[in-house]
């Protein structure tokens, strides 16, 4: 039977019994919708985790103190690093290029009769590259004030609108816990990351916070940024032995510090929003499938309400397979006209998602995939077929002389 009368028949079939048909394309409309949009959710997700954990930088190690405890029960933190371990680091180990110790400590800052509490970075010039930052506007601070305990301070964009409003901030006076600092900087915006803000927070010369803001003797962490193409993993090992050997650890003890590689973060949350992509796009499966039970519904009453239809044409000639590919076309005809429909519907919903939840104060992004269309598609299709097959087999097997017989 030639393609152009099958699509006859068929168009015709769904036109006669309008309402039926529009209740089973509408199955496959929502299914095909809701695989497209929450894919879009969870690719959207996934890539404003990945944003947000390599803005860090993917060359970065973060070498914190350990833990304290015994019999495996921890008790606290080993304040064991210090500002010589970080030397030691930027002089011995090979592979590290840049290395910024850091303290930090919730302080207020206050200009007039203005404050913001935020975070307070006791850091070394190297911060800023180690940590992918970039100044904005005025300088960062030099490692010669970093020598004297110069009282000056590098601020976010979001710190720098919370105290100054429009006015530029550089070259202003600031008091942080009290004591009075100049502003020499304001850093260019990354954009808040959801568990911290980077735009919202003070860097000053890291001896100038142990000594005059924190009280502290020993430092938060060591961050490093090492070399590219040498081996993240040539530099940890290269870090552990150092320290190992400084702080006079013998063979039995357990390290008194851990490195976090930044490239398995990266692993690590690329694995996290493939599981939640594929999580999502089950939950529009599940439509999906529903849907498909749906067509198989309607198609076997279309095969029962035309019994007498299939007999007649056998009686005049038409073959099994004949009768199968009328039914099953229709099956695939009304899984691809309700694809088609759930393509344009899932594209809608995933481009409204963050414009609604941007109205409620929420923030939500969606990326739309070419893949997850073709996908989608597909499937609908691969429904159609699938659960069209046995109505359009039980079509085809009817015996001409019982199906000119039913009333």
């Known amino acids: 039977m030639m393609l152009w009368m ?44 990945l944003g947000r954990v390599s803005s860090m930088g993917v060359n970065l190690l973060i070498v914190r103190p350990g833990q304290a405890g015994r019999r495996g029960i921890m008790t606290g933190t080993v304040q064991t690093m210090t500002l010589e371990d970080a030397e030691a680091i930027a002089r011995e180990v090979e592979g590290a290029e840049w290395v910024a110790p850091v303290v930090s400590g919730s302080l207020q800052l206050k200009y007039f009769n203005k404050n913001a509490q935020t975070t307070t970075f006791g850091v070394t010039p190297s911060y800023l590259a180690v940590r992918n930052f970039e100044i904005g506007s005025g300088r960062n601070f030099t490692d010669l004030e970093v020598e004297r305990m110069a009282r000056v301070a590098v601020i976010g964009p979001t710190t720098a609108t919370n105290l100054f409003g429009l006015d530029e901030p550089v070259g202003e006076t600031i008091k942080v816990k009290g004591v009075n600092f100049e502003v020499i900087g304001v850093l260019k915006a990354k954009g808040d990351q959801g568990w911290a803000n980077p735009d919202d927070q003070a860097l000053v010369p890291i001896t100038t916070a142990m000594k005059q803001l924190l009280g502290v003797e020993r430092v938060r962490e060591i961050d490093v940024l090492t070399t590219d193409g040498y081996g993240n993993q040539r530099v940890v090992d290269g870090i552990g032995a150092l320290l190992r050997r400084r702080h006079r650890l013998a063979a039995r003890d357990e390290d008194d510090f851990n490195v976090r ?147």
């Open 6 to 49: 099958l699509a006859k028949i068929g168009i015709k079939s769904l036109l006669a019994n309008k309402l039926r048909s529009f209740l089973a394309i509408l199955g496959i409309i929502i299914g095909v919708g809701a695989v497209i949009s929450m894919l879009a959710l969870g690719a959207g997700a996934r890539r404003d985790i």
């Open 261 to 407: 590689d930044q490239a398995e973060v990266i692993e690590t949350a690329t694995s996290f929003g493939t599981i939640m992509s594929i999580l999502l796009g089950s939950l529009g499966g599940i439509s999906l499938l529903v849907g498909g039970i749906g067509i198989m519904n309607i198609m076997l009453v279309t095969v029962a309400e035309r019994t007498r239809e299939i007999g007649l044409r056998k009686a005049i000639g038409a073959r099994e397979r004949d009768i199968l590919r009328q039914f099953l076309f229709e099956s695939v005809l009304i899984s691809g006209l309700g694809g088609i429909t759930g393509v344009a519907l899932g594209i809608s919903v995933a481009v409204l998602i963050p414009w609604l939840a941007a109205m409620s104060g929420a923030q939500f992004s969606t990326k739309i995939e070419l893949n997850s269309i073709l996908i989608a598609l597909g499937v609908s299709v691969a429904v159609g077929v699938f659960f069209g097959y046995y109505p359009a087999v039980r079509a085809a097997r009817l015996d001409p002389v019982d199906a000119l017989r039913c009333e």
